[in-house]
Nanobody
Framework: QVQLVESGGGLVQAGGSLRLSCAASGRTFSDYAMGWFRQVPGKERDFVAV?????????NYAGSVKGRFTISRDNAKRTMYLQLNSLKPEDSAVYYC???????????????WGQGTQVTVSS
């Protein structure tokens, strides 16, 4: 089992920045690929970014966030991060972190999920 807890969400003006954190406990953190997804009411959970297991040498981003968001991990702290820059109102959503055995953009491939943190971007 892996337990995940997100933090760092909040209200920010368009063009601003936030840093989300995802703290993990349970099994060996570095064994898992870690992903960020986001969801707005009435819509499916969308892929945002993923980082590979181990040192996190591989990353992948959704086209809508590429160049603005940066995913990273600190295995010693058992924590993953998502730096959100140049935020837009359309980035507003609940952001979830997830852990899985595959480096994938598919939400269904992830076994463990956090409870989510709300990000609201005002125009």
């Amino acid at each position: 089992q892996v337990q995940l807890v997100e933090s760092g969400g909040g209200l920010v003006q368009a063009g601003g920045s936030l840093r989300l954190s995802c703290a993990a406990s349970g099994r060996t953190f570095s064994d898992y690929a870690m992903g960020w997804f986001r969801q707005v009411p009435g819509k499916e959970r969308d892929f945002v970014a993923v980082i590979s297991w181990g040192g996190g040498s591989s990353t992948n981003y959704a086209g809508s966030v590429k160049g603005r968001f940066t995913i990273s991990r600190d295995n010693a702290k058992r924590t993953m991060y998502l730096q959100l820059n140049s935020l837009k109102p359309e980035d507003s959503a609940v952001y979830y972190c997830a852990a899985g055995r595959r480096f994938t953009v598919v939400a269904g491939e992830y076994a463990y999920w956090g409870q989510g943190t709300q990000v609201t971007v005002s125009s």
